[in-house]
């Protein structure tokens, strides 16, 4: 919710460019997702972290690359290997041991030119 | 895996009246079913949920249904506002790993 940044807010970004996007939580939450909205389509997932130092991927990580280094960041790369980056990216944080609730950020849309 | 399929994908409603949107699940295995709403641009927001223990929850005007059984649940919206205006997603908890799996969204407009 409120605790969870992400920047930039719109991105973009030349086609043979890797970009990152930020994505940090003051909630203390252990658990910590990045998701692509396109329009008419739901949330899928791209990778997701449920403690420091380690992570998995989701249902659409080819292209996506991602760390957690630190309990409060979890950023995510957009590689050239992704075809179709263009897409609103959230990142959301959950923590688990009380309860499956998950917060969201405010969302970069990235525009690949 | 989890597959959550949810209709209407759009929904016209007279302010004043009552919206229905309905999902369904396929792992019996889910246990926690949230509802999001999300407005143009912005992220989405939690606005409900409901867990396998209970049949129905109510907020207000909004109320959650849960048909274990069936494998379906659904979002009630009472007095429509035309700031309920908005997409709604429902989603379901997977067996395992924390995750949710979203339905495709439903656009609701509130004509005033």
């Known amino acids: 919710d409120g605790g969870i940044t992400q920047s930039p807010k719109y991105l973009f970004r030349k086609e043979g460019q890797n970009v990152t996007l930020s994505c940090e939580q003051n909630l203390n939450h252990d658990a910590m997702y990045w998701y692509r909205q396109d329009p008419g389509q739901g949330l899928r997932l791209i990778y997701y972290?449920?403690?420091?130092?380690?992570?998995q991927k989701g249902d659409i990580a080819e292209g996506y690359s991602v760390s957690r280094e630190k309990k409060e960041s979890f950023p995510l790369t957009v590689t050239s290997a992704q075809k179709n980056p263009t897409a609103f990216y959230l990142c959301?944080?959950?923590?688990?041991?009380?309860?499956?609730?998950?917060?969201f950020g405010p969302g970069t849309r990235l525009t690949v030119l | 895996g989890e597959n959550v399929e949810q209709h209407p994908s759009t929904l016209s409603v007279q302010e004043g009246d009552s919206a229905v949107i309905k999902c369904t699940y396929s792992d019996s295995a889910s246990n926690y079913f949230p509802w999001y709403k999300q407005e143009l641009g912005k992220r989405p927001q939690l606005i409900i949920d409901i867990r396998s223990n209970v049949g129905e929850k109510k907020d207000q005007r909004i109320a959650v249904t849960l048909n274990k059984t069936a494998k379906h649940f659904s979002l009630h919206i009472t007095e429509t506002q035309p700031e309920d205006s908005a997409v709604y997603f429902c989603?379901?908890?997977?067996?395992?790993?924390?995750?949710?799996?979203f339905g495709a969204g439903t656009i609701l407009r509130v004509k005033s």
């Open positions: 989603a379901a908890s997977m067996r395992y790993g924390n995750k949710l799996v």
């Open positions: 959301a944080s959950s923590r688990p041991g009380q309860g499956p609730e998950q917060f």
């Open positions: 972290s449920q403690i420091v130092n380690d992570f």
